[in-house]
Structure formats: C-alpha cells, structure tokens
C-alpha cells in the first residue's frame, strides 16, 4: 500500500514537474503527453517542451528553418505537425534524435529543396506529408533513410523532373503521392526499389505520353491514376504492369488508344477513360479480366466503326459508361442501349490507328569523371562540390544529369563551360562567387530544366546568357547583386515557370523586364528594395499563380500591376510599409486570390472597400502585427482556413461589434486582442465585456442571449477554475 501511495506521489510530482515546462504560448496535456503552440508567433522550436511528449503540434508558427537537431530534448515524439510554418529550409540533421516518430506533416510551407540528409533519423516514419510546398528538385537519397515509410504526400509541389533511383530506401511504401506537380520528365528508373508500392498517384501533371518505361518497374502497384495530363495515344503495350486492376486515363488530351494497349496488364479490371477526345474504340486484346470502362464525355462515333468495340463489350460482359456524340440520329444514346444493326456508315474515315510514341535513345555515355570530382552510374549524378576550384571541370559521363559545383571560386561561367551534356537536367552553382554568366555559357544543355545560381556576385545578364537551354523552368537567382531585373534575358525562356530573385536590391520593376516570361508561374522578389512596378510590368505574365513581395519598400498596394493576373492565387506584400489601403486594391484578382498576406506592415487604416471582391475563395488572410484599430465587414471570406489577427491594437466599442459577432462564428484561432480602452486593453476580443454594453447586444448572435447567458452562470465558474490536474495551458484562445 505505502509503495502504491509513493508511486501515485511521484507521478503527480513529475506530472507537476513537466507542466512547468510548458512553453509560455502553448498548451501541454501532460497526461497524454500532448502539447499544442497553434497559430502563435513562434520563430523557434520551444526548448522547454516536456522530454517525455509524444505528440508536438506547431502549426501556423513562423519557423523559417527547421535547424540540426532542433528536436533533440522530445526524443519521446511519436507524431509532430508543422503545417502553415513557414519553413523555407530544413538543416541537415534537423530531425535526428526522433527514431520513434510515425508520424511527420509539413505541409503547406516554403520548401523549395530536400537535400541528402534533411529527413536523417527518422527510422520510424511511416507518414511524410509534404504537400503544398514549392519542392523543385529532390537530391536521390534524400528518402535513403525512411525504411519504415509507407505513405509519402508530395501533392501540389514544382516537380518537373524525377531522376533515377530518387525513391530508393523506401522498401515499404505503399502509397506515393505526385498530383499537381508540373512533372514532364521521369527517369526510366525513377520508380525503382519500390517493391511495396500499391499506389501510384500522377494526375494533374503534364506528362505527354505514358511514362511506360518507367511504370515497368512497379510490379505491385494496383491502382495508378494518371487522369489531368496531356496523353494524347496509347500504343500497343503501352502499359506493362502485371498486378494492375485500377487505371484512371480521365481528363487527358487521348485521340487514340491501340487495341493491344493493355496486353501487358493482364489484372486490369476498371478503365476511367471520361472526359478525353475518344471518337471510339477497337476491341481490346488481352484485356480479360476488364469489367468496367468509363466513355462518358467523349464525343463518341457511333458508327459501324465502333460495331467491333460493342461486340467484344457483350463478349466479355464488360460494363460501360458513355453515351453517342454523332451521328444526330442516335446523339444521347447510352453505348449499352445500341444494337449493331444501329451503328452505320456513311462517308467516315476510319479512325487513325496510333502511331508508337518515339523512344529517346539513352546516350550511351563512358564512365570517365573529373580528377578531384565524383559520379555516380547508378544516379547520373556529378558532385564536385567545395572541391576549391577555380574553373569549371570538364568530362563529366554524358548521361550526367544532375551536376553539384556549389561552393567552389570560379568567378565567371566560360562560353561552351559544359560540353557533351545533354542530358543534365539539374545544375548547381551556388556559392561560387560568379560575378559574370557570359553569353553560350550554357549551350548544349538541351535538356536543363533547374539552374541554381544562389549566393553569387551577378548584378546583370545579357539577352544571351540563357541560349542554348530552351527547357529550362527553374531559376534561381536569390542573394545576388541585381539593381533591376535583368531585362530581355528571359526571351530565349519559353518554358520558365519559376523565377526567383529574392534578397537582391531591386529597386523597381519595369515596363518590358519580364518579356518572354509567359509560361512564369511563381514569381519571387522577396527582400529588395522595389518602391514601384510599373502598371504594365507583369503584363507578360499572364499565367502567374505566386507573387511574392514581401520585405520591400512598396507604399501601397500595386493594384494597376495585378490587372491581366487572372490566374493569381497567392500575393505576399508583408513587410512593406504600406499605411493606408484605399477600396478596391485588390479588384483586378479577386476572381481567383487565395492567400493574401498583409503582416507586419505598420498598416494603420484599411478602407471599409478594401476587400471589396474578394470573398469565398480567400482560404487566409494574414493581418497580423500591424496598428489599425479597425477592420473592414468581412462576412464574405466564408471558406476561410487560417485568418491571423494577432498583435493588432483592436479599439473594443460598439463599431468593433461586427467584428466580435463574426469571430465567434468562426471555428478559427484568429488572436485579435483589444488594445484600448483602458479596461479591455489585453484581453482577447471574445472575452471584452465592453461590447455588452452595445445596442443589440443581447439579440443572441454573438455575444450570446442575456437570458440564456444569466440562466448559466456555473459556465463562468468554471472559466474560472484552475485547469485539470495535469494539464498546464499558456495562451490557448
């Protein structure tokens, strides 16, 4: 008994011990070891987190970098969530010490490059989500260590590109998740060493044929959807994949599909094919276990053409969906309702039999490699980084295609500096002090597609600099010397989809230093020193989706730059020092912004037409840390998931009432805290009883009925209690 009452003792003792520990801005259950810092101000990892926590919530903190060893004092973590954190990097090293952690989501961040080892030491992971990143490359081997993993989440990312052997170390993952990337070209080993995979998810990318080659290696996979991409035929064996059962072809550009399309996919048994441009279909072979294929949306031929396609339909007792486009006489019949005596013909052609998509030969390529560098067959890979060189080696394999040359001294890039490499797709050459990229530098480099320039000395480029690499559609030019962007030097660029120019000093942006840029979908001028764009500056490009300014010295919102954006989805203009907004800034994207960003700019009014068009479609709004007293009615932003409030100096009286009644019906941590009067200053904007004073206050929307509020008064009691025995709360509201 005396041991029981000296274990029961101790618990509570630890149990106390542990809560006070707990981080000042957040909530820590420490009987179920939870803790919880939401949407607060964080910039770093709390270093007073209870040892013993399994599960770490950090979500809507500013993180920025996630650095080596950050979670080193929670090496109990078996679940951690960093979504909407802001994290630009991750350190190498930054998870090491949580070998029990399952469960990782970094969602909705800012990171552009998993390196080698930013996921070292999480042996137990077995849920990755980095959806909604902007990941442009991923080094091979950086999943080398994720033995454990069996569901990776790399949805809405900037992935053109998949080398070879990039998923390599992940034995026992099930589910790979690649939709709405930009992928175009896949390594014919980039599925390799999958051997568990029964899920492949590629939609909504724009691959232009099916990537056969590189699907052969997926013996497992069951279901592989690849709806939303450009396809435009299926040749004969297109597809071979002994254990498929589910294939979704929807919403592609398909003309024609051969009728031995499938013949290597003897499992196939549901085929989604809606929503494509199939006049029809032949009978297709070796496709015996097929019991349902999906034609609607079509503009389907029912003509005697299509009589072999229904026959072999009744054959195989396949189930099918779709109904006739032409001729008039039978428009908006089912395809099931048709007998053959039906399906005539009068002067059609036949339907154009698929022509085999052209194979790329793979270069050869000898296996030599610089003095003082290394490569590697397996990856394609050449790394000669901080090796101390001063010019750029040369005989790299010509199958290389990705090349690592950071920090090294070169100075300047030579004319003809990487001959024979066709095939490189990536090049690094950050940290080399390159003051001068010369004119046919990068001629040859047919098939580049990522050029890191970061950390260097360029402050111009000329009209030429990029000639001779027409794929390329990641550009990275952030902490360099540019004055202005570097007009005309984007015109030899018509497929750049990512332009980035942060921590430069740009003073403005001109009339015509985008021209060329019309597939740019990811603008980023972070960090400058712009205090105008010209009306017409973006003009160029009209598909844009990011544009992120924050950090300049912009005094008001760029509205006539925004007209011609219609695309635009996301406008960063945090920490510029924008005063006033007048009515209608954001009129000209208002159709399609999503994420607006309006921090920490020392704003002091908002006009009550500001936001005047937006509404519904805005998913956050970030207000945080400026000086307005006041906010426009926004009753509108109905679909809102994250909306930041904190540190605004809100005046608690009756014309803040909107504003109060609002918030409550919001399920949404916003931080809005009354600054004045006197009596309210400090208290959350929900608690302010200066509001219960106001006309209409006790009509019960938000501040709740004065009758059923004085009918509970035990609720306000127990507000007022200490918490629970073994839960510490910092600020929770």
């Given amino acids: ?370 003095h003082g560098c290394s490569c590697s067959p397996d990856f394609h890979h050449g790394s000669c980084e901080n090796r101390g060189l001063q010019e750029i080696p040369q005989g790299f394999p010509r199958d290389t295609r990705l090349l690592d040359l950071r920090r090294n001294a070169f100075g300047m890039v030579p004319p003809g500096a990487f001959p024979g490499l066709k095939e490189l797709v990536s090049l690094h050459l950050q940290s080399c002090s390159i003051r001068a990229l010369h004119p046919g530098a990068l001629w040859g480099l047919e098939s580049l597609v990522y050029l890191y320039l970061t950390n260097n000395r360029l402050s111009t480029l000329a009209p030429t600099a990029f000639e001779g690499a027409p794929r390329l559609a990641y550009l990275d030019l952030d902490h360099n010397a540019f004055t202005r962007l570097p007009a005309g030097a984007f015109q030899l660029l018509p497929n750049l989809i990512s332009l980035h120019l942060q921590h430069n000093s740009i003073g403005e942006v001109a009339e015509g230093d985008l021209a060329g840029a019309g597939a740019l979908r990811w603008l980023y001028l972070a960090g400058n020193a712009i205090k105008h764009i010209a009306p017409t500056a973006l003009a160029p490009t009209t598909m844009l989706e990011k544009l992120h300014l924050e950090g300049n010295q912009l005094a008001e919102v760029p509205t006539a730059a925004l007209r011609g954006l219609p695309a635009l989805s996301e406008l960063k203009l945090s920490q510029n020092p924008i005063k006033h907004m007048e009515d209608g800034v954001f009129l000209p994207v208002a159709s399609s912004l999503q994420h607006l960003y309006l921090d920490n700019m020392g704003l002091q009014q908002i006009s009550p037409g500001a936001f005047t068009g937006l509404g519904p479609k805005i998913r956050s709004l970030y207000l945080e840390s400026n000086k307005m007293s006041n906010i426009p009615n926004m009753s509108n932003f109905t679909g809102l998931e994250i909306l930041n409030l904190r540190d605004v100096p809100f005046h608690c009286d009756c014309q803040l009432l909107p504003l109060r009644r609002w918030i409550d019906k919001l399920n949404l941590r916003v931080g809005a805290t009354c600054g004045s009067p006197t009596e309210a200053r400090g208290l959350k904007v929900k608690l302010s009883p200066t509001f219960q004073t106001c006309p209409g206050w006790g009509r019960g929307e938000a501040g709740g009925d004065k009758t059923k509020a004085a009918s509970k008064p035990s609720k306000k009691k127990r507000a007022g209690k200490s918490p629970a025995r073994g839960f510490k709360a910092g600020n929770f509201a």
């Fill in 1 to 370: 008994m005396r041991l029981s009452w000296q274990l029961f003792l101790l618990t509570v003792a630890l149990g106390e011990t542990a809560a006070t520990r707990c981080p000042t801005p957040c909530v820590c259950d420490n009987l179920r070891a939870h803790v919880l810092c939401l949407n607060g101000s964080l910039t770093a990892v709390p270093t007073t987190i209870p040892q013993l926590t399994k599960k770490l919530d950090l979500r809507g903190n500013s993180l920025m970098v996630i650095p080596a060893g950050a979670f080193l004092a929670t090496p109990y973590l078996t679940h951690l969530d960093l979504q909407r954190c802001k994290v630009e990097k991750l350190e190498e090293g930054a998870f090491r010490g949580l070998g029990r952690l399952v469960y990782l989501n970094l969602a909705s961040n800012d990171i552009a490059l998993l390196y080698q080892e930013s996921l070292d030491g999480l042996s137990s992971l077995q849920q990755l989500i980095l959806e909604g990143n902007r990941i442009e490359e991923i080094q091979p081997g950086a999943f080398g260590h994720l033995g454990s993993l069996t569901v990776l989440d790399l949805r809405a990312n900037a992935l053109v590109y998949l080398p070879d052997m990039v998923f390599q170390g992940l034995q026992v993952l099930r589910w790979l998740r690649l939709s709405h990337n930009t992928l175009h070209v896949l390594g014919s080993e980039a599925f390799a060493a999958l051997p568990a995979l029964r899920r492949l998810s590629l939609d909504h990318n724009e691959l232009q044929a099916l990537p056969g080659e590189a699907l052969t290696r997926l013996d497992g996979v069951t279901q592989l959807d690849m709806g939303h991409n450009p396809i435009t035929c299926l040749a004969e064996e297109a597809l071979a994949m002994a254990s498929l059962k589910h294939l979704f072809l929807d919403h592609a550009a398909l003309q024609d599909v051969a009728a031995e399309a499938f013949t290597r996919s003897p499992q196939l048994r549901t085929l989604d094919l809606h929503a494509n441009q199939l006049q029809g279909l032949p009978a297709l072979a070796g496709a015996g276990g097929l019991v349902r294929i999906n034609l609607a949306g079509n503009p389907l031929l029912c003509s005697c053409l299509l009589r072999p396609f229904s026959n072999w339909l009744a054959r195989a007792w396949v189930q099918v969906e779709g109904a006739c486009a032409a001729p008039a006489a039978l428009r908006g019949r089912t395809l099931d309702s048709l007998r053959p005596p039906e399906m005539r013909c009068g002067h059609q052609e036949l339907l154009p039999s698929p022509a085999a998509p052209s194979e790329r030969p793979r270069a050869a390529g000898s296996r030599q490699c610089p």
